[in-house]
Every structure is written in C-alpha cells, then in structure tokens.
C-alpha cells in the first residue's frame, strides 16, 4: 500500500511539473528563428567543426536526412527556398527552377502571411543574401529586409544588431557562402574549403543566437529555431536527383527543451507546418500544405 501511494506521489509531481511548464510557456510570446544555408550537405555539416550549431542540435532535433525535393523537382535554389517558405511543391508554388517563371506564389503565399491570416500584428524581418528570395518569394510582405552581397560577417553582423535592439515576432536569415563554396571547389564533406565555410556560418550563426539569449525580453519569449538549407550538391553543382543534391539538414530546437522527435521521413516542406504549429495558427491555407508539423503544439 505503502509503495502504490508513493507511486501516486511521484506521478502527481510529475504532473505537477509538466502542467507547470505548459502554464509558464503559455504566457510567453512565441518567435522564430529561421535560418537557411543554401548548398548545406549534411554530411558535410557533421564533420565540419560547428560548436554553434552542435549546442543548438544538442536542446533539439538533427534530422539528417530530409528531402528537398520529390517528384522530380529541380534540386534549384529557386523551388528550393519556394517548398521550404511555403510548405508546398512546385507542382503548387510553380516555381521550377530559377526563372521564376509561372509562380504561384500569390495563391501559395510564405509562412509569414500565412500567420498574419490569424494573427495581423505579426513582425517578420528578413536578411537575404540570395535577392531572388525577396524579390519573387516574399514580394513586399515583410516588415523589414535587408540584402546582402558580401560573403563576410556584415550580415551576421547587423542580423545580430536588429535582433538585439528591435520588437520582432520571427526572422528569417539566408547565408549563401556554403553554396559559393560548393560550386567554386565542390559539394563534398572531404573538401576542405568546403566544410570552412560551413564552420564559417557556424561563427554567424553562433552570433545571432547569442543576441536572441541576450534580448531584455527573452525571458518572455517563447523561441522556436530552425536550420536547414534548400539543397544539397554534387561535384561542383545541384539541380539533379541523386542524394547528394537531394539530402538536407533540418535542426530544430524549441525554448522549452522539449524532444522533438519523427518517425517518418521528413522534408523541406515540413517546416512552414512546424512554423503554424509553433505560432498556434490554424488557417484556410493550411489545408493545401503538403507537409506536417515536427513538433506538438
């Protein structure tokens, strides 16, 4: 009897503590971080030395081995970035490669109008390096953006400033030095230049999420941070079907620590899904998404 009554104990206390959290979080303001490292290989990414992004992996979620690209879809930056900010293929978007021509993308809008469909005093601020993205993807529904060409700091840098300094609700940041890397020397995790501008990012990227922790309302805020990267490479290219080019990372990592966990395949599209949940955003659009949510609600 002894025994039974102090099992009740412990599973009340543990009840006690989840309920706890479900409470503390839900009085915080949800944001996202979603950072894109165009022509990141995964294979790659776990060879190259990323203290940053390993502590983010090790409070969440490494996916290896999801999918950019099904159907035959080019392994292009153009459908790429489409599938992953939309959360459809092309065959929807209409996107097919890096002409642009035939986009959908007024009737398959990014993940940020879709949130404002529920919740119009959303914030959404971009960092681009690839100005495409801007252009053709988000059009004019962010609320600031910048584009840069240099591949150095200076776009971690005011990324960083602006995350410091700004009343946001999610950001979006594209770093395009992996990709220039892979085309100039190759795609493959033995090339050295390679995986340096990898560690490269890495650095930014460890920049960037220090600024969030150090926000003056952090405290109050409930941050949901995704990578990823909207292809992989092959040689000294992408564009086709082979795994190389079709394998991408996703990490994910939510403020309260909790496992987040898949047992099925996952894909590019799977993010803007993952994104509603996170904000609680149920909209008319969600219904034509093709892909699903990687963590609970």
Known sequence: MYHENMVKIKVARRFIVLLSIFYFLEGKEKKLLLIGIDGC????????????????????????????????????????????????????????????????????PPFNVLIREAKDSLKTAAF????????????????????????????????????????????????????????WFGFKSKIGRYTKSIEQVDTYIGWIYEAITKRGTYANEDWLVIITSDHGGRNRNHGGQSLEEKEVPII??????????????????????????????????KVGLEGISLIDP
């Not at 978007?93 to 959908?104: A, E, L, P, R, Y």
């Not at 939510?254 to 047992?263: A, E, H, W």
Request: net charge negative; glycine share 6%; charged share 20%.
């Open 41 to 108: 290989r995964s294979d790659a990414l776990q060879i190259a030395s990323t203290p940053n992004i390993d502590n983010i992996i090790d409070e969440g979620l490494f996916i290896s081995n999801a999918l950019c690209s099904i159907n035959g879809q080019k392994t292009k930056s153009g459908p790429g970035w489409a599938s992953l900010l939309t959360g459809v293929w092309a065959d929807k978007h209409g996107i097919v490669d890096n002409s642009f021509k035939g986009s959908n993308i007024k009737e398959y």
């Open 128 to 183: 681009i390096m690839w100005e495409p993205i801007l252009e053709h993807i988000f059009g004019n529904t962010l609320d600031y953006s910048e584009t840069f060409s240099k591949y150095d700091e200076s776009m971690a840098v005011k990324a960083s400033k602006y995350i410091s300094t700004t009343k946001l609700d999610a950001i979006f940041i594209d770093f395009d030095h992996v990709d220039r890397s892979g085309h």
């Open 252 to 285: 994910i990592k939510r403020s309260n620590n909790k496992q987040v966990s898949i047992s099925s395949q996952a894909y590019l599209t799977d993010i803007v899904p993952t994104i509603l949940d996170h904000f609680d955003v149920s909209v008319k659009h």
